[in-house]
Structures are given as C-alpha cells and as structure tokens.
C-alpha cells in the first residue's frame, strides 16, 4: 500500500522568507511518480511538477524548487522569497506504474495550508 | 495541458436524490480519474474509468453510489445516488496530460452540497 505524508498542517511565514514542505512517501514499487499541486482559496487544483522514481536530480523552477531523496523517500518543496499569492494549500501525491503502461491514480497526502503575511 | 471542463460547477441537493455530473476534455485521453476532496480534507480516489471497460473502484466506494460512465475518449460522468449530507464534497476529475501519461491535469471540480 501507498502512502504520503504531509506532517506540516500549516505553516505560516512572513513574505520574502524561503519555505520548505515536506513530504514523506511510502510505497513498494520501484517504479513510481511524485506530484505537487497547489489549491489556491479559490478551489482549483493547479500541477506543479511531476518526478519520475528513476531521476533523483533536483529541479528548479523560478522561485520553486523541488529536492528528491530516495534514501529518505522524501520529495520536499522549497519557495524561494515567498509572496502573499504564493498562499495556498499544497499537496504532495504519489501513484504507481501500472504493468501495461501508464500510471494509476493519485494518492494524496493531506495537505500543508501555507500563510504568506505581508 | 488538456482542458477539462465539469458540470455543474456546484449543486444544493436534497438528501436521497441522484446528481450527475459530467467532465469533458478537449482531447482524447486514455485514462480518466474521478475523486472526492471533503470539506477541510484532501484528495480521495473514488474510480478509475478507462473507455471501454467497467470502472475500477477504490476500496470504501461502490458502483452502486458512484456509477460512473465512459462513452468515449473525452468524456465522463459520475453520479452520486441517494445522496445524504456526508456526500458534501468537491468532485473532481483528471485525466492524463497529453505529452506523458504520467502528468495528471484536474479539472475546476464541482461543488455538491446535500441538505
């Protein structure tokens, strides 16, 4: 079975100060994908990144950042001098290859509700 | 990105009615995922619905309070039956992106309220 942990409920910080989000996945595949969304107030659920199990290489988009450890089966989210707009709850996910290809669905962590104060 | 579009955007119902909502993409899309966000809560798996062939259920939902359509590449439903207030939630649906399946766009979602 899969599972993701979001152990941050909350976090809240003052704008321009860099952020970290942690996430924590359980699975027993080795083949494997990573997601984080963002659901800002208004309800929509917006794709940030997707990692693939087999590229361990950090990636850095603006003032986004993403860390992949194996060794730790973590995927951790960095933002780099935070905004107000950056305010929103945030969602690791992970799904699993399905043997003919493709992957399965998502299963969620349970969210980290991010404050940016002005 | 695919384009997903979801009817109705909310709905009040009264307890014991059926409502059915539909997700349409702007193009063709192998797999196409429905899912339910509670109040408060996270993101839970309801169904898998490839075209073609009967849905695939996650465990603690059912075919008969989640039937779930798919006619064709681009297009799906889901009702939920004999509603009660615990089925308040945001439905959402996602789909596959089209450069790597393995990318999952979700549409705006819909908003269901039972009373």
């Known amino acids: 079975a899969q599972k993701v942990t979001q152990a941050q409920t909350e976090i809240s910080v003052v704008e321009k100060e860099d952020v970290t989000l942690d996430c924590v996945y359980e699975t027993r595949d080795t083949t494997y994908y990573l997601f984080w969304y963002k659901q800002p107030p208004s309800g929509e659920l917006v794709f940030l990144i997707r990692r693939n199990s087999f590229d361990e290489q950090n990636e850095i988009s603006g003032r986004y950042s993403w860390n992949f450890q194996k060794s730790t089966s973590s995927f951790n989210f960095t933002i780099t001098a935070s905004q107000v707009v950056d305010s929103a709850v945030y969602f690791c996910?992970?799904?699993?290859?399905?043997?003919?290809?493709?992957?399965?669905?998502?299963?969620f962590g349970k969210g980290t509700h991010l404050i940016i104060q002005p | 990105s695919a384009v997903i579009s979801q009817k109705p955007s909310r709905d009040i119902c009264q307890r014991g009615t059926s409502l059915t909502i539909q997700c349409q993409v702007d193009s063709q899309v192998t797999m196409m995922f429905w899912y339910r966000q509670q109040p408060g809560q996270s993101l839970t798996l309801i169904a898998t619905a490839n075209q073609g062939s009967e849905a695939t259920y996650e465990s603690g939902f059912v075919i008969d309070k989640f039937p779930i359509s798919r006619p064709n590449l681009t297009f799906s439903t889901l009702t939920v039956s004999n509603m009660s207030p615990e089925d308040s939630s945001i439905y959402l649906c996602?789909?596959?992106?089209?450069?790597?399946?393995?990318?999952?766009?979700f549409g705006p979602g819909t908003r269901l309220t039972v009373l």
């Open positions: 996602s789909v596959e992106g089209e450069l790597s399946y393995n990318e999952q766009f």
């Open positions: 996910a992970l799904s699993e290859a399905l043997k003919g290809g493709g992957a399965d669905g998502l299963t």
